[in-house]
């Protein structure tokens, strides 16, 4: 079987002239396509370095990391930043998006970087920000949005492009409850109608319930990873009108 | 390039993330510009004129003068009726006479101006009034009385007329209609017989001042009298037509080295010297070159002003984003790209910056050559006697100048967004998004 991501003994340190601090310790996982995958832990057990990894946005000391059939290790800067256009999405903690562009644009971003035309960019958009309950704000800049409704034009961005992979660390982390429970309903939603496999990380146990398999990391090693049979779940349209 | 226009759009807006910074570093750049235009204008301005006032207080753009006396200074040196008549005709030619606006024949000479109260040393420059005024600005300085008339009679009994400066009418204690006793050394002409003619003896006339001028240098008009050539030929015991030298202006500074290049071809005569006015006054044109030096190291200092004023604002607004170009490099953008947004964001900036520099640059520019700069109002107690003679400075900008300066402006603000650019583009993902 091909795994949407596969890592091996993967090892990672900083270093800060003498200081060295270990952030990943040998971690081996596989997730497969489609998988709605949480990663937990506490501040500084390596949830973001993981993922930053699995994304190709930093390189591992040492280890196996295969993202969509290709090996992360031996691919350049260039492969890897063609790799993130083309197959996998990211979601911010503190949505980033580009604070010059309205809504519509941000989320097009991707979609205009790997030249897709202009009617398939926007019939894309217009079906996404429908599906996630963001029709009518397409012409408003991010600072005209609420802290929900940016995180939910950053998913729309990292979904637009309909990659294997969708990364978002502590997408939730700014956001109150009922805006977070509504935009992991959002999220959940897209993973269930277009099989895309999400793994994110999170400190929040309400956000930990709904997902389908949780991973615990702890000093930079995995302590548990646990398949859920019935993750908590909730309606889809209500949670996302609530947001 | 696909995401052109993107990566365009995005430069434009990132301008106006911030208006008000925007508008005042452009403001700011865009003085730099303005100042760099209106110093380039003055100081082209200032150029020409003191180069005209220059030539025309003295030997003109271009001097014809007998062989050695650039060098001697020797009043005994002089042209021959041929070579004067020689130059006149070649100077009437189709293709030269276009170029000329005047020729005046000269005979100078040392001699001695003597008043009922005074004496001094004096420089005698005996001319053809008519073609005087062509050529020397002397004539246009009158302060009192009129300037020499081609009408007035060498001599039949009467004193010939004469002009002098103001400096030393002061000094002789004399006004229009006074009369002077000019007296000097008869010229010894080569090759003529020392027993018969009367080189070496002291020769007086009887002068009556008929003009006053006062030029502004004070080596003018304490030195300078103008009498009637005939006049001067016969007190100087000149004979044949002879004359020390014939000064001509052209229509264009630009053309003197032409004109003259053109005469020594036509003056084959060994003992012909054609000199231009960089040949023939190199203290001039060695205070404009140093002048020119000088302005170029201001004007290097205001560019180098405006390229750390781009280098700073850029640098700035790279280093307030970079949290925000490593989402973007993390999206997908290309480091090439992100280094063409930031290098399109300076652009946008320095043509702003250009827009705003022109229209300030160019109305001011505009004023000071219409109504020109007073320099009375910054010199109270006199202007400096060195380089412009004409207290009103006009600005000349050419088209050549203006698409230097903007030129050499957007190169640089080019070049400098390079190194932004290249931070931009080389910003490490992982410490962009704090890893850690």
């Not at chain 1, 930043?81 to 979601?91: H, S």
């Not at chain 2, 001697?72 to 606006?101: C, G, H, M, P, Y």
């Not at chain 2, 140093?290 to 200092?301: E, Q, R, S, T, W």
């Amino acid at each position: 079987m091909e795994w949407a991501v596969e890592l091996m003994d993967v090892r990672k340190t900083y270093r800060t002239g003498p200081i060295e601090v270990p952030a990943l310790r040998g971690i081996s996982l596989q997730v497969g396509q489609g998988e709605f995958v949480a990663t937990a832990g506490p501040s500084g057990s390596g949830k973001t370095t993981l993922l930053n990894i699995i994304g190709g946005l930093d390189r591992a000391d040492s280890g196996e990391i295969w993202v969509a059939g290709q090996n992360l290790q031996l691919m350049s800067s260039g492969d890897l930043a063609y790799l993130r256009l083309q197959r996998i999405g990211f979601v911010f903690q503190t949505y980033n998006l580009l604070p010059v562009l309205t809504a519509f644009e941000n989320a097009e971003f991707t979609l205009l970087l790997q030249g897709v035309s202009a009617s398939i960019r926007r019939e894309r958009v217009e079906k996404l920000f429908s599906e996630i309950g963001l029709s009518g704000l397409e012409n408003r800049r991010p600072a005209e949005l609420s802290g929900g409704q940016q995180q939910r034009v950053a998913v729309a961005r990292a979904m637009v492009t309909e990659p294997a992979l969708i990364l978002a660390d502590e997408p939730t982390a700014n956001l109150d409850s009922a805006t977070a429970i509504a935009l992991l309903d959002v999220m959940e939603h897209l993973n269930r109608a277009t099989n895309t496999t999400f793994i994110f990380s999170t400190h929040d146990p309400q956000v930990m319930e709904r997902a389908h398999r949780m991973i615990r990391l702890q000093d930079g090693q995995i302590v548990s990873d646990e398949a859920r049979a019935n993750p908590g779940n909730a309606d889809v349209a209500s949670a996302t009108r609530s947001a | 390039m696909t995401s052109a226009p993107l990566l365009i759009k995005v430069s434009w807006r990132n301008l106006w993330r911030n208006p008000r910074g925007t508008l005042l570093t452009a403001l700011a750049l865009g003085l730099g510009l303005s100042l760099l235009l209106i110093s380039l204008g003055l100081l082209d301005g200032g150029h020409e004129q003191t180069i005209a006032d220059g030539v025309r207080f003295g030997p003109g753009h271009v001097v014809i003068q007998a062989k050695g006396y650039q060098e001697t200074n020797s009043d005994e040196l002089l042209l021959s009726a041929r070579v004067v008549s020689s130059s006149e005709a070649f100077l009437q030619s189709d293709t030269i006479k276009q170029l000329v606006r005047g020729v005046s024949p000269r005979l100078l000479a040392t001699g001695l101006l003597s008043s009922a109260a005074n004496a001094s040393g004096v420089r005698i420059m005996g001319v053809i009034p008519q073609d005087e005024r062509a050529v020397s600005l002397i004539p246009q300085r009158m302060i009192a009385g009129s300037y020499l008339s081609n009408d007035t009679p060498p001599s039949n009994g009467r004193p010939s007329a004469a002009v002098i400066g103001i400096d030393l009418a002061r000094k002789l204690e004399v006004k229009v209609g006074s009369k002077v006793v000019l007296m000097t050394q008869a010229l010894r002409q080569p090759g003529a017989d020392t027993r018969n003619s009367s080189g070496d003896e002291m020769e007086s006339t009887l002068l009556r001042v008929t003009g006053i001028f006062r030029t502004g240098l004070q080596a003018v008009d304490a030195n300078i009298v103008q009498v009637p050539l005939p006049a001067a030929q016969s007190l100087l015991g000149v004979t044949g037509g002879q004359v020390t030298q014939v000064a001509l202006l052209l229509a264009e500074e630009s053309d003197s080295p032409l004109v003259a290049k053109a005469l020594r071809r036509q003056l084959t005569d060994a003992s012909v010297e054609v000199l231009t006015w960089r040949q023939s006054i190199p203290m001039l044109a060695q205070i404009l070159g140093l002048d020119h030096a000088f302005n170029y190291i201001m004007n290097g200092v205001i560019l180098a002003m405006v390229g750390l004023g781009i280098l700073n604002t850029i640098l700035m607004r790279v280093l307030e984003r970079h949290y925000e170009f490593g989402v973007c490099k993390a999206l997908g953008l290309r480091p090439g790209q992100l280094a063409v947004m930031v290098i399109g964001e300076s652009l946008a900036l320095t043509a702003i910056s250009l827009s705003l520099g022109l229209v300030f640059g160019l109305s001011i520019e505009h004023y000071f050559a219409t109504s020109g700069l007073d320099l009375r109002l910054l010199f109270r107690r006199g202007l400096p006697p060195a380089l412009v003679f004409d207290p009103i400075l006009y600005s000349r900008l050419s088209p050549n100048r203006i698409v230097w300066s903007v030129s050499i402006v957007f190169v640089m603000a080019t070049i400098i967004s390079f190194y932004p650019a290249l931070k931009a583009a080389r910003i490490d993902l992982p410490d962009a998004l704090k890893v850690l």
